[in-house]
Protein backbone atom coordinates (compact mmCIF):
# COMPACT_ATOMS: atom_id res chain seq x y z
CA UNK A 1 0.00 0.00 0.00
CA UNK A 2 1.28 3.45 -1.30
CA UNK A 3 1.55 5.94 1.46
CA UNK A 4 0.73 9.56 0.55
CA UNK A 5 1.25 12.70 2.99
CA UNK A 6 -1.39 15.12 2.60
CA UNK A 7 -0.51 18.30 4.33
CA UNK A 8 -2.84 21.46 4.99
CA UNK A 9 -4.11 23.19 8.07
CA UNK A 10 -7.86 22.97 7.26
CA UNK A 11 -8.77 19.65 8.88
CA UNK A 12 -12.35 19.56 6.56
CA UNK A 13 -9.96 19.49 3.60
CA UNK A 14 -7.40 16.78 4.94
CA UNK A 15 -9.81 14.54 6.15
CA UNK A 16 -11.50 14.40 2.82
CA UNK A 17 -8.42 14.04 0.83
CA UNK A 18 -7.46 11.47 3.57
CA UNK A 19 -10.83 9.46 3.32
CA UNK A 20 -10.65 9.51 -0.62
CA UNK A 21 -6.95 8.29 -1.06
CA UNK A 22 -8.04 5.59 1.30
CA UNK A 23 -10.95 4.32 -0.80
CA UNK A 24 -8.50 4.53 -3.89
CA UNK A 25 -6.31 1.51 -1.90
CA UNK A 26 -3.36 4.48 -0.29
CA UNK A 27 -2.36 5.11 3.19
CA UNK A 28 -2.03 8.54 3.33
CA UNK A 29 -0.23 10.53 6.17
CA UNK A 30 -1.66 13.71 7.52
CA UNK A 31 -0.12 16.99 9.02
CA UNK A 32 -1.34 19.90 9.45
CA UNK A 33 1.71 22.61 9.35
CA UNK A 34 4.64 22.72 7.09
CA UNK A 35 6.88 21.53 10.20
CA UNK A 36 4.70 18.66 11.08
CA UNK A 37 5.14 17.73 7.16
CA UNK A 38 9.01 17.44 7.07
CA UNK A 39 8.85 15.17 10.10
CA UNK A 40 6.51 13.06 9.08
CA UNK A 41 8.30 13.25 5.61
CA UNK A 42 11.47 12.20 7.50
CA UNK A 43 10.32 9.57 9.59
CA UNK A 44 8.86 8.01 6.35
CA UNK A 45 11.39 7.26 3.86
CA UNK A 46 8.95 5.01 1.96
CA UNK A 47 6.80 8.37 1.10
CA UNK A 48 5.65 7.82 -2.63
CA UNK A 49 3.68 11.33 -3.51
CA UNK A 50 2.86 14.63 -1.15
CA UNK A 51 -0.24 16.42 -1.61
CA UNK A 52 1.16 20.04 -0.18
CA UNK A 53 -0.76 22.78 0.78
CA UNK A 54 0.76 26.33 0.37
CA UNK A 55 -0.53 28.65 3.28
CA UNK A 56 0.45 26.65 6.57
CA UNK A 57 1.31 27.33 9.69
CA UNK A 58 5.22 27.52 11.14
CA UNK A 59 6.86 26.21 7.34
CA UNK A 60 4.83 27.44 4.01
CA UNK A 61 4.55 24.93 1.62
CA UNK A 62 6.73 26.36 -0.41
CA UNK A 63 9.81 26.04 1.97
CA UNK A 64 8.52 22.75 2.66
CA UNK A 65 8.87 21.46 -1.08
CA UNK A 66 11.80 23.10 -1.62
CA UNK A 67 13.25 21.30 1.49
CA UNK A 68 12.05 17.78 0.05
CA UNK A 69 13.79 18.80 -3.34
CA UNK A 70 16.93 18.63 -1.17
CA UNK A 71 17.03 14.81 -0.84
CA UNK A 72 14.05 13.41 -2.53
CA UNK A 73 12.44 13.78 -5.95
CA UNK A 74 9.31 12.35 -4.84
CA UNK A 75 6.46 13.26 -6.94
CA UNK A 76 5.01 16.84 -5.08
CA UNK A 77 1.49 18.37 -5.93
CA UNK A 78 0.86 21.36 -4.60
CA UNK A 79 -2.79 22.63 -3.34
CA UNK A 80 -4.08 25.50 -2.55
CA UNK A 81 -6.87 28.46 -2.34
CA UNK A 82 -4.89 30.93 -4.23
CA UNK A 83 -4.58 31.15 -8.24
CA UNK A 84 -2.37 33.89 -8.92
CA UNK A 85 0.11 33.49 -11.56
CA UNK A 86 2.93 34.12 -8.97
CA UNK A 87 1.72 31.19 -6.74
CA UNK A 88 1.99 29.13 -9.58
CA UNK A 89 5.33 29.44 -10.77
CA UNK A 90 6.93 29.79 -7.84
CA UNK A 91 5.28 26.94 -6.32
CA UNK A 92 7.42 24.84 -9.64
CA UNK A 93 10.45 26.71 -9.12
CA UNK A 94 10.17 25.30 -5.40
CA UNK A 95 10.08 22.08 -7.34
CA UNK A 96 6.77 21.17 -7.25
CA UNK A 97 4.99 18.59 -9.81
CA UNK A 98 1.44 19.91 -10.26
CA UNK A 99 -0.53 22.61 -8.95
CA UNK A 100 -3.94 22.37 -8.18
CA UNK A 101 -6.33 25.08 -7.18
CA UNK A 102 -9.35 24.69 -4.59
CA UNK A 103 -11.70 23.86 -4.38
CA UNK A 104 -11.34 20.82 -6.86
CA UNK A 105 -13.06 17.50 -7.04
CA UNK A 106 -11.43 14.75 -5.12
CA UNK A 107 -11.93 12.64 -8.02
CA UNK A 108 -9.93 14.30 -10.29
CA UNK A 109 -7.41 14.69 -7.35
CA UNK A 110 -7.21 11.33 -7.59
CA UNK A 111 -6.47 10.62 -11.07
CA UNK A 112 -3.85 13.26 -10.87
CA UNK A 113 -2.37 11.30 -8.10
CA UNK A 114 -2.51 8.02 -9.89
CA UNK A 115 -1.05 9.77 -12.71
CA UNK A 116 2.03 11.04 -11.05
CA UNK A 117 2.18 7.66 -9.26
CA UNK A 118 2.25 5.97 -12.79
CA UNK A 119 5.07 7.97 -14.29
CA UNK A 120 7.46 7.74 -11.23
CA UNK A 121 7.33 4.16 -11.68
CA UNK A 122 7.43 3.74 -14.63
CA UNK A 123 10.41 1.49 -15.61
CA UNK A 124 13.24 3.60 -17.95
CA UNK A 125 15.45 1.20 -20.43
CA UNK A 126 18.84 0.05 -18.10
CA UNK A 127 21.18 2.22 -19.39
CA UNK A 128 23.56 4.86 -19.14
CA UNK A 129 23.95 7.95 -20.79
CA UNK A 130 26.98 10.20 -21.07
CA UNK A 131 27.73 13.60 -22.87
CA UNK A 132 31.50 15.22 -21.74
CA UNK A 133 31.38 15.40 -18.08
CA UNK A 134 27.73 14.23 -17.18
CA UNK A 135 26.59 10.89 -16.70
CA UNK A 136 22.83 9.79 -16.33
CA UNK A 137 22.39 6.80 -14.96
CA UNK A 138 18.66 5.53 -15.79
CA UNK A 139 18.63 2.00 -13.76
CA UNK A 140 19.35 3.90 -10.33
CA UNK A 141 17.94 7.52 -11.25
CA UNK A 142 21.71 8.83 -10.89
CA UNK A 143 22.97 12.34 -12.46
CA UNK A 144 26.61 12.98 -12.07
CA UNK A 145 28.25 15.88 -13.15
CA UNK A 146 32.23 16.14 -12.92
CA UNK A 147 31.95 13.04 -10.80
CA UNK A 148 29.94 14.70 -7.99
CA UNK A 149 25.91 13.21 -7.78
CA UNK A 150 23.67 16.50 -8.50
CA UNK A 151 20.41 16.62 -7.38
CA UNK A 152 17.35 17.51 -9.39
CA UNK A 153 13.35 17.82 -9.20
CA UNK A 154 11.42 14.82 -11.28
CA UNK A 155 10.64 16.93 -13.61
CA UNK A 156 13.86 18.41 -14.40
CA UNK A 157 15.29 14.55 -14.79
CA UNK A 158 12.77 13.68 -16.99
CA UNK A 159 13.41 16.30 -19.37
CA UNK A 160 17.26 15.78 -19.14
CA UNK A 161 16.35 12.06 -19.52
CA UNK A 162 14.14 12.88 -22.83
CA UNK A 163 17.13 15.20 -24.59
CA UNK A 164 19.79 13.07 -23.12
CA UNK A 165 18.83 9.68 -24.54
CA UNK A 166 18.34 11.08 -27.78
CA UNK A 167 20.95 13.17 -28.47
CA UNK A 168 21.07 15.74 -31.54
CA UNK A 169 17.16 15.33 -31.77
CA UNK A 170 14.72 18.42 -31.16
CA UNK A 171 11.74 18.22 -28.81
CA UNK A 172 9.07 20.57 -29.14
CA UNK A 173 7.59 22.61 -26.04
CA UNK A 174 4.20 20.63 -27.12
CA UNK A 175 5.97 17.19 -26.54
CA UNK A 176 8.02 17.79 -23.53
CA UNK A 177 4.77 18.88 -21.69
CA UNK A 178 2.30 15.78 -23.27
CA UNK A 179 5.38 13.30 -22.25
CA UNK A 180 6.51 14.70 -18.75
CA UNK A 181 3.56 16.47 -17.42
CA UNK A 182 0.41 14.74 -19.30
CA UNK A 183 -2.00 15.59 -21.62
CA UNK A 184 -4.69 16.83 -18.55
CA UNK A 185 -2.02 19.50 -17.84
CA UNK A 186 -3.68 22.80 -17.65
CA UNK A 187 -0.66 25.24 -17.17
CA UNK A 188 0.98 26.63 -20.32
CA UNK A 189 4.29 26.12 -22.48
CA UNK A 190 6.32 28.66 -20.03
CA UNK A 191 6.16 25.52 -17.41
CA UNK A 192 8.47 23.75 -19.95
CA UNK A 193 10.53 26.90 -20.09
CA UNK A 194 11.24 27.72 -16.20
CA UNK A 195 11.93 23.71 -15.79
CA UNK A 196 14.71 24.04 -18.83
CA UNK A 197 16.17 27.15 -17.45
CA UNK A 198 16.27 25.66 -13.66
CA UNK A 199 18.04 22.48 -15.47
CA UNK A 200 20.64 24.80 -17.15
CA UNK A 201 21.43 26.65 -13.62
CA UNK A 202 21.80 23.48 -11.82
CA UNK A 203 24.27 22.12 -14.62
CA UNK A 204 26.18 24.74 -15.05
CA UNK A 205 28.33 25.57 -18.01
CA UNK A 206 27.91 21.79 -19.06
CA UNK A 207 24.26 22.90 -19.18
CA UNK A 208 24.51 26.70 -20.94
CA UNK A 209 27.54 24.05 -23.54
CA UNK A 210 24.83 21.41 -24.39
CA UNK A 211 20.91 22.69 -23.84
CA UNK A 212 20.21 24.23 -27.15
CA UNK A 213 17.12 26.49 -27.21
CA UNK A 214 15.43 26.12 -30.64
CA UNK A 215 13.63 29.51 -31.00
CA UNK A 216 10.09 29.04 -31.71
CA UNK A 217 10.30 25.53 -31.87
CA UNK A 218 11.76 23.58 -28.23
CA UNK A 219 14.90 22.06 -27.10
CA UNK A 220 17.28 19.83 -27.76
CA UNK A 221 21.13 18.37 -25.98
CA UNK A 222 23.62 18.44 -28.55
CA UNK A 223 26.43 16.19 -28.04
CA UNK A 224 29.89 16.65 -28.45
Given at each position: ????????DE??I?????????????????A????????????????A????????????????????R??????????????Q??D?????????????????S???L?K?????????????V???F?I?D??????????????????L????Y??L?????N???V???????????G???E???R??????????T??????????????GT???????
Amino acid sequence: MKKILVADDEALIMNLVCDFLRREGYEPLSASDGEEALDVFRNNPDIALIILDIMMPKIDGWEVCRTIRETSNVPVIMLTARSQEFDELTGFEAGADDYVIKPCSPSVLMKRVAAHLRRDQAKLVTTRFTIGDLTLDAEAHDVYLYDKSVVLALKEYSILYKLISNPGRVFSREQLLDDIWGFDFEGDMRTVDSHVARLRTKLGDWGAKHIKTIYGTGYKIEAE
